[in-house]
């Protein structure tokens, strides 16, 4: 919804970008009866293939390499978020700085990513970067507290640093949840900065996360530790009249 609410000329690019990293997800997070090593590594040699010759037989490497082109998408963001794929193979643990690398490498640079395609100008991209960051982070951050049961039940991974799963309370939940927020807050002031074009689209996401924050941070750590979260999808049409009116109303 977030990505059909943009203006139409970013819809092909936008979709490339997370053809991209959801593929790239999918082969450490599913393909688990494969070398799934070998997979991403020739996964990352057709991709960087696939820029340098500017097409690829892989359809969704060639729209990539497509947006990569036009947009002049950094290369250091695309190594970092390959590198971040790489972690989910070998690290089940994270300490402070290896978490920190994972957020920027899986959630930043899709935010920056994003970013270099709705801003003309460098200046205006360069203005807006930490601001993009944040909203990655807190996106990111949100989808491990919703995945807490799966990523270690069925992957056998902790992002939170130091996080014991068996021990995790309410407290240290708080804890994550306030971090969070700082995010959102520096997150909406890109926001609020972005041009109109984008703007819709961005905030109708921030909004949903928004909503599915606020259902996990209501609840008791035990009940996510059992289930998944998930917004109704009354709810997220809720959101999306709200997130319109903000819009048309220019209160956001």
């Not at 700085?97 to 994972?102: F, I, P, Q």
């Not at 109708?204 to 996990?216: D, G, R, V």
Request: proline fraction near 2%; glycine fraction near 4%.
């Amino acid at each position: 919804m977030g990505i059909k609410t943009l203006n139409k000329k970013f819809h092909k690019p936008i979709y490339a970008i997370y053809g991209f990293v959801r593929f790239a997800d999918e082969i450490v997070d599913s393909f688990y009866n494969h070398n799934q090593k070998n997979l991403l590594q020739e996964f990352k040699k057709e991709t960087y293939k696939s820029i340098e010759r500017k097409i690829s037989l892989n359809p969704i490497l060639n729209s990539f390499q497509i947006c990569v082109n036009k947009y002049k998408i950094p290369r250091d963001l695309i190594d970092s978020f390959l590198y971040s794929m790489e972690m989910d193979l070998n690290k089940k643990k994270y300490n402070k700085l290896n978490y920190e690398k994972y957020i920027y490498g899986s959630a930043e640079v899709v935010g920056l990513m994003c970013l270099k395609i709705f801003c003309k100008k460098e200046s205006e991209y360069n203005s807006l970067k930490k601001y993009a960051k944040s909203l990655g982070s807190a996106f990111q951050k949100i989808n491990f507290l919703r995945d807490l049961k799966s990523d270690y039940n069925d992957r056998g991974r902790l992002y939170f640093p130091n996080m014991n799963y068996l021990t995790l309370n309410n407290k240290e939940k708080k804890t994550i949840e306030k971090n969070i927020l700082k995010d959102f807050s520096s997150g909406l002031i890109g926001i609020k900065k972005l041009p109109i074009d984008a703007k819709f689209g961005v905030y109708l996401t921030y909004s949903y996360y928004l909503k599915l924050f606020n259902k996990i941070s209501n609840l008791d750590v035990k009940i996510i530790k059992q289930k998944r979260i998930r917004i109704s999808n009354f709810y997220k049409f809720i959101v999306f009249i709200k997130s319109f009116i903000f819009i048309k109303l220019n209160l956001i």
